[in-house]
């Protein structure tokens, strides 16, 4: 329809806002990386950092309020994150919102390093993002560890009590480290994890966010708001539960977190504590931080490195494995039976699963016959081309339903169903990214 000054005069004072932003901003350091907002839509597989670094926030904003109100106490922890979610304006709201966004990060932060793996990004001079990568993504279970055991409910103890013991069977300086990071018992650990969760870990992940950056970052806003809709749609189908307080005369069976349970499961089989819980996911890091150093060939796609794909597909196998295997516990026996796991099942299930994983995926991928005979011709992606004018009532269609969803959720919380109020709200979120997309979409139709 003609030039972009035909797109209107919103789009213009649009426009005039971002270019006098940026003219404002150059000379700073927000403005060190280049920030990309795509108009047209992209897959979110290329910057699922981008979406990992945003929950990091949420993190941060939700984290920073709870802070007005939990009290780092043995006597006074739980009763205060009770206090939170039960009589704290919007308690509920901040406490599922941190947990599941907790949860959301771990997930985003794996699901780009397998992505980044499998596309053989850590290539290219890319090796210090990788290593940095890797150990974020390390350092972030371990702030979500240090965050779930600040409740001191059963399951906080359980994975307390679990680091207690890894800490003092590391050989050598075990013994005298432990009571510098532990301090000397329940009173100095509550504090030490406090210091660790809301300060140490993540002044640490921000220096190294600042390494692991590119310099050309992909902000798209429908995405970043359909990722925080799905957190809140998430925490209000399955709202996180306090748990029993800790006590330690009850005799219940508890199992840690889910990217905690892999672990667990070694932890059971009674193998050397060190070794199982320390030692062992120590290589498992160190195998994928060394990729970069020992995989030298110019090739990026998976087809082209059958070793170091069928290595992924075999740690992926793994992972999966012993994150459900950790959660199986036997009903009805004593606790320390429920959770005991035979060694000779265990050991010799991972060890023909890796070898069966890891020999198929090859075959597959280095088969002759599966390579191409000629080089393959990329096709067209397929787009949709909505008219106009019916982009202009879709958007308005959608803005009147979040406009509903938003009144919904505001009747609900008054109400005390505060559940119903999170997944209006998630819901809503999710169809505002839509929104955006259809108005980036329309905005290319008049251009």
């Given at each position: 329809?003609?030039?972009?000054a035909?797109?209107?005069?919103?789009?213009?004072?649009?426009?005039?806002?971002?270019?006098?932003?940026?003219?404002?901003?150059?000379r700073?350091?927000?403005?060190?990386?280049?920030?990309?907002v795509?108009?047209?839509?992209?897959?979110p597989?290329?910057?699922?950092?981008?979406?990992?670094?945003?929950?990091?926030l949420?993190?941060?904003?939700?984290?920073?309020?709870?802070?007005?109100?939990?009290r780092?106490?043995v006597?006074f922890?739980?009763?205060?994150?009770?206090?939170?979610?039960?009589?704290?304006?919007?308690?509920?709201?901040?406490r599922?919102?941190h947990?599941?966004?907790?949860?959301?990060?771990?997930?985003?932060a794996?699901?780009?390093m397998?992505?980044?793996?499998?596309?053989?990004?850590?290539k290219?001079?890319?090796e210090?993002?990788w290593v940095?990568?890797?150990?974020?993504?390390?350092?972030?279970?371990?702030?979500?560890?240090?965050?779930?055991?600040?409740?001191?409910?059963?399951?906080?103890?359980?994975a307390?009590?679990?680091?207690v013991?890894?800490?003092?069977?590391?050989?050598?300086?075990?013994?005298?480290?432990?009571?510098?990071?532990l301090?000397?018992g329940?009173?100095?650990?509550?504090?030490?994890?406090?210091?660790?969760?809301?300060?140490?870990?993540?002044?640490?992940?921000?220096?190294?966010?600042?390494?692991?950056?590119?310099?050309?970052?992909?902000?798209?806003?429908p995405?970043?708001?359909?990722?925080?809709?799905v957190i809140?749609?998430?925490?209000g189908?399955?709202?996180?539960?306090l748990?029993?307080?800790?006590?330690?005369?009850?005799a219940?069976?508890?199992?840690?977190?889910?990217y905690?349970?892999?672990?667990?499961?070694?932890i059971?089989t009674?193998?050397?504590?060190?070794?199982?819980?320390?030692?062992?996911?120590?290589?498992?890091?160190?195998?994928?931080?060394i990729?970069?150093?020992?995989?030298?060939?110019?090739k990026?796609?998976?087809?082209?490195?059958?070793?170091f794909?069928?290595?992924?597909?075999?740690?992926?196998?793994?992972?999966?494995?012993?994150?459900?295997?950790?959660?199986?516990?036997v009903?009805?026996?004593?606790?320390?039976?429920?959770?005991?796991?035979?060694?000779?099942?265990?050991?010799?299930?991972?060890?023909?699963?890796?070898?069966?994983?890891?020999?198929?995926?090859?075959?597959?991928?280095?088969?002759?016959?599966?390579?191409?005979?000629?080089?393959?011709?990329?096709?067209?992606p397929?787009?949709?081309?909505?008219?106009?004018?019916?982009?202009?009532?879709?958007?308005?269609a959608?803005?009147?339903?979040?406009v509903l969803l938003?009144?919904?959720a505001f009747?609900?919380?008054?109400?005390?169903?505060?559940?119903?109020?999170?997944?209006n709200?998630?819901?809503?979120?999710?169809?505002?990214?839509?929104?955006a997309h259809?108005?980036?979409?329309?905005?290319?139709?008049?251009?």
């Amino acid at each position: 329809m003609g030039q972009r000054a035909e797109s209107g005069p919103l789009g213009r004072v649009i426009d005039e806002l971002v270019k006098w932003l940026v003219d404002r901003l150059e000379r700073t350091p927000l403005m060190s990386f280049r920030f990309q907002v795509p108009r047209l839509y992209v897959s979110p597989f290329g910057y699922l950092g981008m979406l990992t670094a945003v929950v990091f926030l949420v993190l941060g904003i939700t984290g920073a309020l709870l802070m007005f109100y939990y009290r780092p106490d043995v006597e006074f922890a739980y009763e205060s994150v009770k206090e939170i979610e039960e009589r704290i304006a919007f308690g509920f709201f901040l406490r599922n919102i941190h947990y599941h966004a907790s949860n959301m990060m771990i997930l985003l932060a794996l699901a780009h390093m397998f992505y980044q793996y499998f596309s053989g990004r850590y290539k290219v001079k890319n090796e210090i993002l990788w290593v940095t990568g890797v150990i974020l993504g390390t350092i972030t279970i371990l702030e979500a560890f240090t965050g779930y055991d600040l409740i001191l409910n059963q399951r906080a103890m359980l994975a307390v009590n679990i680091a207690v013991g890894l800490t003092y069977s590391a050989p050598v300086l075990g013994p005298s480290v432990a009571p510098i990071i532990l301090g000397g018992g329940l009173y100095d650990l509550i504090l030490r994890f406090y210091a660790l969760h809301v300060f140490i870990i993540p002044m640490v992940m921000l220096l190294l966010i600042g390494v692991h950056f590119p310099r050309f970052l992909v902000f798209d806003p429908p995405m970043v708001s359909a990722t925080i809709g799905v957190i809140l749609v998430i925490a209000g189908l399955f709202p996180v539960e306090l748990g029993p307080k800790y006590s330690p005369t009850a005799a219940t069976v508890e199992v840690p977190e889910w990217y905690l349970t892999g672990l667990y499961a070694f932890i059971r089989t009674g193998t050397d504590r060190f070794i199982s819980g320390a030692l062992m996911p120590l290589l498992f890091i160190l195998a994928f931080l060394i990729v970069p150093f020992v995989d030298k060939s110019k090739k990026l796609s998976w087809k082209d490195r059958p070793f170091f794909t069928a290595f992924g597909i075999t740690a992926l196998v793994l992972i999966a494995v012993t994150t459900v295997w950790g959660f199986y516990t036997v009903p009805q026996v004593p606790p320390e039976e429920a959770v005991y796991i035979e060694p000779l099942v265990f050991w010799p299930t991972l060890t023909a699963l890796a070898a069966a994983t890891f020999g198929i995926s090859y075959k597959f991928i280095a088969s002759p016959t599966k390579r191409e005979t000629k080089p393959p011709t990329r096709a067209r992606p397929i787009t949709i081309r909505i008219p106009y004018p019916w982009v202009v009532r879709s958007i308005l269609a959608v803005l009147a339903v979040i406009v509903l969803l938003s009144i919904g959720a505001f009747q609900a919380y008054v109400e005390g169903a505060y559940n119903v109020s999170l997944f209006n709200l998630g819901v809503a979120l999710i169809l505002f990214g839509l929104a955006a997309h259809l108005y980036r979409h329309g905005m290319q139709q008049i251009k």
